[in-house]
């Protein structure tokens, strides 16, 4: 019987937890996969006592036997790869048994990053906050049709069309100014190249389509969150990618009939990394204390990040786009101590009060809320629903009521185990 695949994506700005929920999701599917994004977004896993991080490969790396697809629509950095590559080897498991590669994701080049970093310093003001991986650049090249694709590093001409896109980079520099030695981290990269070649390079549009026909399930995992959305998140301040649903079917290769369940992932408040509109946000002891509790700070970067409360608005507008059939409630014991909870109902802007996210982010935004008492109590140790105080199951209901989607997954912990599945 032919299966359909299963898909989990950030419903915010990034970072709601979805690295902890495929890991915990992936024990039921033979297969995991990443249709877009690269190195930029960094998935926290905790279990066993240990913390890791990873970037590009898939969340389900961890789970035995399980195997790992890395979608066309991502952009591979073989450096930052080959290093994530090591640490996962050292907890036992061998990433070549366990990871696939699609010859059609685009690599990163050492000039990609230059050029991130040479875009943003001439930004001044107006930076976008890129963590200058070089990720714009690499989706930059492959729109415009210049870009070195995975499969390109087994072509006898490989060296010849690196060394094209690469002194195409260096004329763009030095168009920008900007001062740099293009060749500084080459010799390193290529033999980062070397080592991606002892992976299964694959058509992973023939790959998904022929595995999930075959009966087989499969889970895609979405990185960044869907208010980064090149098409629909807060235009400028996004990524260089599809974070939606609709990013599954582009990044690897299958139609939407072959969309199953959409699992949604949201934190019970908000936090956002760089610049761009963000209409919840707190600048007050309220703020840092949220930042404090949730340890919010970037998995790849370390900086830290932007809190604020609930935004349903920009939540309704996520659910509606990517088709949620499934919510996931992410670090609600942070907000064990607070007295009172906000959640954003609406927005005025110009005097006029609305639900629906503008077009315009740029303008003056003033978020609506409706208030709930705070439940003030240790949630970390819960594990059975019944157990939950009923100020807690209010706060769920009114959510699931205002999204019109189930909450079916609550974690209330970093730890597989601190999971509560209704």
Known sequence: MKKKIDVVLGLQWGDEGKGKIVDVLASRYPAVARFQGGPNAGHSLQFEGHSFVVRSIPSGIFREGSVN??????????????????????????????????????????????????????????????????????????????GVRVGDILAPDFQARFDALKQRHIRLLNDMKYECNPEENEAEWMAAIDFLKKFQLVDCEYYVNDWLDSGKEMLAEGAQGFMLDIDYGS????????????????????????VGRVFGIMKAYCTRVGSGPFPTELFDETGEELRRIGHEFGAVTGRPRR??????VALKYAVTVDGVTDLILMKSDCLDTFDTIKACTSYKIGGEETTHFPFDTAAKIEPVYTEFKGWKKDLTGVRDEKNLPKEFTDYIAFIENYLGVPVKIISLGPDREATIER
């Open 235 to 258: 235009y400028p301040f996004v990524t260089s990618s599809n974070t939606t649903c609709g990013g599954v079917c582009t990044g690897l290769g299958v139609p939407p009939g072959k």
């Open 69 to 146: 697809v890395i979608g066309s629509g991502v952009v591979l950095d073989p450096v930052t790869f080959r290093e994530e590559c090591g640490n996962i080897s050292k907890m036992g498991i061998n990433p070549v048994e366990r990871l696939v590669i699609s010859k059609k994701a685009h690599l990163i080049l050492p000039t990609h990053r230059l050029l991130d970093a040479a875009s943003e310093a001439a930004a001044g003001k107006g930076k976008i906050g890129s963590t200058l991986k070089g990720i714009g650049p690499t989706y930059s090249d492959k729109i415009a049709r210049h």
């Open 307 to 312: 809190t604020g409360w609930l935004d349903l």
